[in-house]
């Protein structure tokens, strides 16, 4: 990144125009928020940019290469200047947090959900999943194969807390399965979790909702009271 930063230094410094884009429509804003870059550069670039929305030729914006490459920081001047996180490519911009290569993904997805991400967005692939099932599915499994005990973190929990917040399906959020389904599913493989006290917190945020819904407009998105994490004491889920 520091060799980087200088290049991008030089460049704005002899006159080159951050707006400019490559033949794959990358300007320098999606470059800095793909590669991470210093804050006051990025700061610079960002006050040149025109357009803090642009997208490139595969339809993605500057904000959705931070969320995917787990950039917080760079995410949070992105929103402050009005980056719109509810921009669909194959999906919506919690996907791209949920699914990135970085580690932890709570930063982000919190950052997003703070920001009004709407979490009840499905992909365009696959019959569709949402940034939930993600969570529930592929994320849990990967942390289930690196134990083999079951052990689910705190982390993941308040992943789900923030996306149901935020109006995650609870119906349909993994093609036509439930969360409720996507649980059991993972209860089954990894029998662990039956005793894992932050899946049973995960297991109890999804009934307290459920018993919400009214039973007509289960498959709609909602925005129900998710209760808010104590801040003192140890875990919220004991």
């Known amino acids: 990144v520091g060799s980087g930063d200088v290049y991008k230094r030089q460049l704005l410094d002899g006159g080159d125009d951050p707006n400019e884009v490559d033949g794959h429509g990358w300007n320098a804003l999606h470059q800095a928020a793909r590669e991470g870059c210093r804050l006051p550069l990025f700061h610079r670039i960002l006050g040149m940019i025109h357009n803090v929305n642009a997208v490139n030729n595969g339809g993605r914006t500057a904000l959705m290469e931070a969320a995917r490459c787990g950039h917080a920081k760079i995410a949070a001047l992105l929103l402050e200047r009005g980056a719109n996180p509810n921009a669909v490519k194959e999906g919506d911009i919690l996907m791209y947090a949920c699914q990135g290569s970085h580690e932890p993904v709570l930063p982000m997805v919190k950052l997003l959900c703070d920001y009004g991400a709407d979490a009840s967005v499905k992909n365009s692939q696959g019959g569709g999943h949402t940034a939930l099932a993600h969570i ?8 289930n194969h690196r134990e083999r005990t079951g052990r689910i973190n705190t982390d993941t929990c308040e ?6 917040r935020n109006g995650a399906l609870l119906d349909g959020c993994y093609k036509e399965a439930s969360a409720e389904d996507l649980l059991d599913e993972q209860e089954r493989r990894y029998p662990g979790l039956a005793t894992n006290r932050h899946f049973l917190a995960i297991k109890r945020l999804v009934a307290g909702l459920r018993a919400e819904l009214p039973r007509a407009s289960r498959v709609t998105s909602h925005r129900l009271a998710v209760p808010q994490a104590r801040t003192e004491g140890a875990s919220i889920f004991y």
């Open 136 to 143: 529930l599915k592929d994320h849990m499994m990967h942390e």
């Open 159 to 164: 992943c789900v807390r923030a996306l149901l």
